[in-house]
């Protein structure tokens, strides 16, 4: 079975740029999340998605950061514009409810 | 507010020898607890979980105890070995109206010497 997948997996970019990552979650996984880690920091939950309705955003810097998951599969999250702060790895991770959550390979974006 | 706290950044023992991960807690709430390794390049793997209900959870070389009047996890590997060379993530779930959230803790990185 395939796991989560994810693309790009490196990305660099230069502030004020747009960027947008995009999620394949396990086949028959309703649950879908992104997370933000940090350099030397654990992963930290951006959004949470149940099918195609976000349940959980409250982490997510709505001024620069949107999120989609349009028929309840696949999922982008995007950032405009970026921001030297911005600098990190982005998880997605899905799961089938409340059940172990799988994550992908992430994606680390650079930001200069 | 760090709800997950793992205060050893980093952790080295030689293979063979019993390899003691360690996490603390703040939030009674939790109800269950993760821990998961990730390997460089790559997302966090799922490895081994506890209830809050039960003490301990056994899995081949890796065991976790739960100490909940403590508010204390901690992971062991025996006997541990060079592949097991990773970063270590406690997480710690917390069910919502609508599914569960985790929160993570910072990471230890664990070396395993031959």
């Known amino acids: 079975e395939a796991g989560v997948v994810q693309s790009p997996r490196y990305k660099i970019i230069e502030k004020k740029q747009p960027v947008a990552f995009w999620c394949n979650p396990i086949s028959g996984h309703n649950t879908l999340y992104w997370y933000r880690q940090n350099l030397g920091q654990g992963p930290e939950l951006l959004i949470r998605y149940e099918n195609e309705e976000a349940v959980d955003d409250s982490q997510l810097p709505k001024d620069r950061f949107s999120a989609e998951r349009l028929k309840g599969v696949d999922s982008t999250l995007k950032i405009q514009p970026a921001e030297l702060g911005d600098s990190a790895v982005y998880l997605c991770?899905?799961?089938?409810?409340?059940?172990?959550?799988?994550f992908g390979p992430g994606t680390r974006l650079t930001v200069l | 507010d760090q709800q997950v706290k793992q205060n050893s950044p980093s952790l080295s023992v030689q293979e063979g020898r019993i390899s003691i991960l360690n996490c603390d807690y703040t939030?009674?709430?939790?109800?269950?607890f993760l821990w998961y390794k990730k390997y460089p390049a790559e997302g966090p793997t799922f490895l081994i979980s506890i209830s809050s209900i039960k003490d301990k959870n056994e899995d081949g070389r890796f065991t976790v105890f739960l100490n909940k009047s403590a508010k204390h996890l901690s992971l062991h590997i025996v006997p541990s070995q060079p592949g097991d060379s990773a970063v270590y993530f406690c997480a710690a779930r917390t069910k919502e109206t609508s599914g569960s959230r985790l929160t993570f803790g910072e990471g230890t990185q664990l070396t395993v010497n031959p």
């Open positions: 991770a899905s799961s089938q409810g409340m059940n172990t959550q799988y």
């Open positions: 939030n009674s709430m939790f109800d269950y």
